[in-house]
C-alpha cells in the first residue's frame, strides 16, 4: 500500500487546513486510516482515525476543531483542521492498517504561526 499525502503548509492561528491521503496499491478491507502527528522534540501521536465502517477515534485535543472522513471509492482520506492553534504545528502522518499491515506516508508539514 502506498500513501500520498496533501494539503499542508503555514496557517495563522485560527484558520484552517485540509489534508488529504490517498492509497494506493494492494486495498483491502476492513481497514483504518488515519493521521498521526508528531511535533518537535515530542512522540508521535493518534490525531483521528475512521474506519470503513466509519468509526471515528480521536484525540481529545482536536475534538471540535478536527473532522475526518474517507471516500472509500477513492480510498481517500481527509482531514478538515479548523481553528489551528500553534500548538498544532507537526508533521502530520497518514496511516493505513489492518491486521497484520502498517503502512505510513511521508509526512506533510502543518505549521501554525502568525
Known amino acids: 500500500v502506498q500513501l500520498q499525502a496533501s494539503g499542508g503548509g503555514l496557517v495563522q492561528p485560527g484558520g484552517s487546513l485540509r489534508l488529504s491521503c490517498a492509497a494506493s496499491?494492494?486495498?483491502?478491507?476492513?481497514?483504518?486510516m488515519g493521521w498521526h502527528r508528531q511535533a518537535p522534540g515530542k512522540q508521535r501521536e493518534l490525531v483521528a482515525s475512521i474506519t470503513t465502517g466509519g468509526y471515528i477515534n480521536s484525540a481529545d485535543s482536536v475534538k471540535g476543531r478536527f473532522a475526518i472522513s474517507r471516500d472509500s471509492a477513492k480510498n481517500t482520506v481527509y482531514l478538515q483542521m479548523n481553528s489551528l492553534e500553534p500548538e498544532d504545528t507537526a508533521v502530520y502522518y497518514c496511516?493505513?492498517?489492518?491486521?497484520?499491515?502498517?503502512?505510513w506516508g511521508q509526512g506533510t508539514l502543518v505549521t501554525v504561526s502568525s
Open positions: 496511516n493505513w492498517h489492518r491486521i497484520g499491515a502498517d503502512y
Open positions: 496499491g494492494s486495498i483491502s478491507s476492513p481497514n483504518v
